[in-house]
């Protein structure tokens, strides 16, 4: 029986890790890039010795060469964390159009299986709520959260039209926000902040008013949801998240609550561009992949809570 062989961009970063991991134990072959703008080797250090997992410093908006074949590829390249994207904006728009250029003509040379990791960032300040994948979004392309959202745009249609002029196999999973260990402590988004505010006793910060609202998955949820879709023969965008809706005051209210924390909530105000709500409409993932969430809130940031409580516990014994 051949062992199916993946390449996942962006494979030492948040999601990427857990992708590899969890394609590890799917049985597959596993070739990791990153060039380590926002991934670290500490996310993959723990799979280094695995047989099937091998990893490479690679930089996709440059020439991609592989030896061999490949039969899926997973493009999750890219910061996806404001703080980020705002530091590297020109990176950020050059992966999102190089390097999925550069992903999808690999795809192409070895008619490998293309998956393209995507954003609930492409509905931008949303008109619609909740958001169904058929909604074409409100977004500003000159704002400061254009280089994010219109680099995960673009990387869309270039699927579509490598999909439709060479008939690549291609999928697109539209992320919506997500959570849970090997996220960064200065990521700078809310559950990160919030967590290492608490745990550290001090005031955390809430933007706006903090009525503003998110829907928040757990990362094993999402990588299932992401395998099944790649499996799956559905070519147009599907959204994967959590439904559940919560305020970020009441977001930041749990999270002093399960760390136990004394710290008090301040405000500040709402950055540029910020979207006022955000939930995924998951019916299509429902109906074809037969995925929905199962980890509970409470469950999920315990789990993140207790690593964050040992990153920071390992950085104050350094």
Same mark, same amino acid.
């Given at each position: 029986?051949?062992?199916?062989?993946?390449?996942?961009?962006?494979?030492?970063?948040?999601?990427?890790? +857990? !992708?590899?991991?969890?394609?590890?134990?799917?049985? +597959? @072959?596993?070739?990791? =890039?990153?060039?380590?703008?926002?991934g670290?080797?500490?996310?993959?250090?723990? &799979?280094?010795?695995?047989?099937?997992?091998?990893?490479?410093?690679?930089?996709?908006?440059?020439?991609?060469?592989?030896?061999?074949? &490949?039969?899926?590829? $997973?493009?999750?390249?890219?910061?996806?964390?404001?703080?980020?994207?705002?530091?590297?904006?020109?990176?950020?728009?050059? *992966?999102?159009?190089?390097?999925?250029?550069?992903? /999808?003509?690999?795809?192409?040379?070895?008619?490998?299986?293309?998956? /393209?990791?995507?954003?609930?960032?492409?509905?931008?300040d949303?008109?619609?709520?909740?958001?169904?994948?058929e909604? $074409?979004?409100?977004?500003?392309?000159?704002?400061? @959260?254009?280089?994010?959202?219109?680099?995960?745009?673009?990387?869309?249609?270039?699927?579509?039209?490598?999909?439709?002029?060479?008939n690549?196999?291609?999928?697109?999973?539209?992320? =919506?926000?997500?959570?849970?260990?090997?996220?960064?402590?200065?990521?700078?988004r809310?559950?990160?902040?919030?967590?290492?505010?608490?745990?550290?006793?001090?005031? #955390?910060?809430?933007?706006?008013?903090?009525?503003?609202?998110?829907?928040?998955?757990?990362?094993?949820?999402? &990588?299932?949801?992401?395998f099944?879709?790649?499996?799956?023969?559905?070519?147009?965008?599907?959204?994967?998240?959590?439904?559940?809706?919560?305020?970020? !005051?009441?977001?930041?209210?749990?999270?002093?609550?399960?760390?136990?924390?004394?710290?008090?909530? #301040?405000?500040?105000? /709402?950055?540029?561009?910020?979207?006022? *709500?955000? @939930?995924?409409?998951?019916?299509?993932?429902?109906?074809?992949?037969? $995925?929905?969430?199962?980890?509970?809130?409470?469950?999920?940031?315990?789990?993140?809570?207790?690593?964050?409580?040992?990153?920071?516990?390992?950085?104050?014994?350094?």
């Amino acid at each position: 029986m051949n062992v199916p062989i993946s390449l996942v961009t962006g494979g030492a970063g948040f999601l990427g890790s +857990h !992708l590899c991991e969890r394609l590890l134990n799917e049985g +597959h @072959r596993v070739l990791c =890039f990153d060039n380590f703008i926002t991934g670290s080797v500490e996310n993959i250090a723990h &799979i280094f010795t695995n047989e099937n997992f091998f990893f490479a410093k690679q930089d996709v908006t440059e020439y991609i060469y592989v030896e061999g074949n &490949i039969d899926f590829i $997973w493009h999750f390249a890219s910061p996806a964390s404001p703080i980020d994207y705002m530091k590297v904006p020109i990176q950020t728009l050059k *992966v999102g159009s190089l390097g999925t250029h550069k992903a /999808l003509g690999l795809a192409r040379a070895k008619n490998a299986r293309f998956l /393209l990791a995507s954003t609930s960032e492409v509905y931008g300040d949303p008109l619609i709520h909740p958001q169904v994948e058929e909604y $074409w979004g409100n977004v500003n392309p000159i704002g400061i @959260r254009g280089v994010y959202d219109e680099a995960k745009r673009f990387a869309e249609a270039m699927t579509m039209a490598y999909h439709r002029v060479h008939n690549i196999e291609t999928r697109i999973v539209r992320i =919506f926000n997500t959570y849970g260990p090997r996220m960064r402590i200065n990521d700078g988004r809310a559950i990160p902040a919030f967590i290492t505010q608490s745990l550290r006793g001090e005031d #955390v910060t809430v933007f706006g008013n903090g009525k503003q609202t998110r829907s928040v998955c757990y990362v094993d949820d999402l &990588i299932d949801g992401i395998f099944r879709l790649m499996m799956s023969s559905t070519v147009e965008p599907v959204n994967i998240g959590n439904p559940d809706e919560i305020t970020m !005051l009441e977001l930041a209210e749990e999270i002093i609550a399960l760390t136990k924390s004394n710290s008090t909530i #301040v405000f500040q105000p /709402l950055p540029e561009d910020d979207p006022k *709500v955000r @939930r995924p409409n998951i019916s299509k993932a429902m109906n074809i992949l037969e $995925w929905k969430p199962i980890y509970h809130r409470s469950v999920g940031l315990q789990k993140t809570i207790d690593y964050f409580r040992s990153q920071l516990h390992r950085n104050d014994t350094r």
